[in-house]
């Protein structure tokens, strides 16, 4: 799975663990996401600007939520973007 496909379905399996369903159906919400197969977590960013769909993401998670759903957020992709450059991470997951 690419990067940013990885990235966005950690987020969501672990937003899904606090609010149950429902963080699918805000994920639906992001511009860009797509919901490949929610039994296996499979989602698909489908954009030009993958760090933008990221960052999407954690706000509609942080609208509704507040702080602590965004530190949700960078916890559950913490171990996924130290594969990547300082460049590639988004930036509502630097802590």
Known sequence: ??????????????????????????????????????????????SADPKGVIDRLVAQYERLFGRASHEVCIEAAASLIKGLSPAEVPASLLA
Do not use: H
């Open 1 to 46: 799975m690419p990067p940013f496909n990885s990235i966005a379905s950690s987020i969501i399996k672990e937003q899904e663990l606090i609010i149950g369903p429902m963080a699918w159906a805000e994920a639906q919400k992001v511009n860009g996401l797509s919901i490949v197969n929610r039994g296996t977590g499979e989602v698909n960013v489908e």
